[in-house]
């Protein structure tokens, strides 16, 4: 026996023939039989409900049909209802199709079982979709009480934002039902109740774990989700740290790791006199959806960083700047990018500025490998250098600050000094960036000037010259000058210049002026004599070496002639080698223990021999 619920229709105009017999008019009631449904049976695409009754709707949602009643819907959907009085809609009838439905055909299975009584599980993983599909119905309380949208929000007002988990839970199913979630505001309500739980539990500690206990949760939500959140907890007086490190964490659980995947751009091999290098490819199978992707995630990350220096590490900026350059982003980026390295240059590493040079193409991402090309990257390091030089300026930093950065580069240019595409201009503008005070110490210089050498043996003397003047020789340690004095890469003319500033300081201290600062690869130190008696004893040893330095004053005038005779005689090879051998004799100096008149002798620690050998190098 059927059972019928008499429902009033709202918004719809009445009216009546001239016979007086009344049409249904839409502030009349409408009889709707109560169908029951005990269960729906699904045949391949298609949902049957079982009933007495048989159905007479076919209810399209993506591929699936939904064979039901057509009462029990209208009776709780307004959607429905007004497609019911309106026959002139031509979708509807014995088959409606439901076009961009939120949640998709599993929600409408769902939903179905609430239109014929059945209980209806809610839970964080369906509540979202469940609240924008009973929107999309129109199921308000105005056909029936407690109807699903008021059932849906009490839940997700009562139940989920009162939980970090479930409100997490329903951020992350949100992804999918833009616009919907959006506009019924069920993301702004999720973000600001995990704001609010994330400021509120970091106000009252103060340990840095305690802090970072909702890091991996935000983690793993949708970029423009995360966002939000972001400037959510920014709003709330977070700390600049706090916000930064949660950032870090998100891209390294998005983003992939562009120094493991660029490590092997380090290694230079000479295989039949061609460089040996690693070429990355990215996977054949990855789409340019995916780059776009990828590309957007880290545009987003850069427009939050907080911009508080040191709220991110440097090691952090310059993988993204990697990134952004392998994902094509905007240039106002990479350029924003490359001014918060310079500010905090001083604390990179070598491998950090070591970025490659690579170009996109249609078929992946790898290295420009084009004649001439340099493997890294050289324009991208100079203008961070100017960047950390406009930021010293400005904030008058100490000199430590570009010392530090002068090891950096020094070692940097050690690197890429294996390149045999680099030319001697970009060597010299790069070496040449930072001010003559900034190295206290040139040892690191002079090895990245010998590398290079060593990898560009066709260089002229001229170019050797040239490239050789970068460096002071007066800032090279004693064991700098040693190698030097031996190295036969090395220019005669930069050689004469590492023996005469070494005579140079030796003269300094026989006339008793302050030890001269010496430098090694480290850093420099200076030697003091810390008591009375070990002044006097230099003193002494400083007399017994002024005689040997004047002959040493002799030979290097005479070497100096040698060498402008050479030069003049445009090297022939012959009496190169014989004005060398020449030169070899004249100031070989001999050094031995001094008689102490009694026939025997005795060893002297002023008295020393320099033995001018050929030159040749120990690296």
Known sequence: MKKYLQMAHPRSPGGSDADGTDHLSY??????????ADSFERKQLSWFATSQIPTDLAVQVQEVIFNVHKYPLVSKSGYIRQLELQPSISNFGHDLKLENFPGGSETFEMILKFFYGL?????????????????????????????LIAKTEAFLTFVVLASWKDTITVLKSCETLSPWAENLQIVRRCCDSIAYKVSRR????EDVREESWWFGDVATLHIDHFMRIMTAIRAKGTKAEIIGKCIMNYADKLLPDMDEGLEGLRGYGFGKSELQFSILIKKEDESAGQNKEQRTIIESLVSILPSQNGAVSCKFLMQMLKTAMVYSASPALISDLERRIGMMLEDANVNDLLIPNYKIEDQGIMLNTSEQRTMHNIEVVQRILDYFLIHEQQQQQQKIGKTNVSKLLDNYLAEIAKDPNLSITKFQVL???????ARSCDDGLYRAIDIYLKTHPSLSEHDRRRLCKIMNCEKLSFDACMHAAQNDRLPLRTVVQVLFSEQAKMRMEMHGKEPVTRGDNSEQE????????EIKNLKSELENVKTKMTELQNDYSELQQEYEKICSKHKNALGWSLNWGKIKNSFHVKAESDDNGDGQKRQNPGVFRLSFRRRRSVS
Request: aromatic letters at 4%; glycine letters at 2%; one cysteine or more.
């Open 202 to 205: 970091n106000s009252s500690t």
């Open 119 to 147: 209980p209806v599980d809610l839970n964080p993983n369906n509540i979202a979709a469940l609240r924008c599909a009973s929107e999309y119905l129109e199921m308000t309380e105005e056909f029936e009480d407690g109807n």
């Open 526 to 533: 200076e030697h003091r004599p810390s008591t009375n008696t």
């Open 431 to 437: 070496a040449e960036s930072l001010p003559q005070n």
């Open 27 to 36: 502030d009349q009631s409408i009889i709707i039989p109560n169908i029951a």
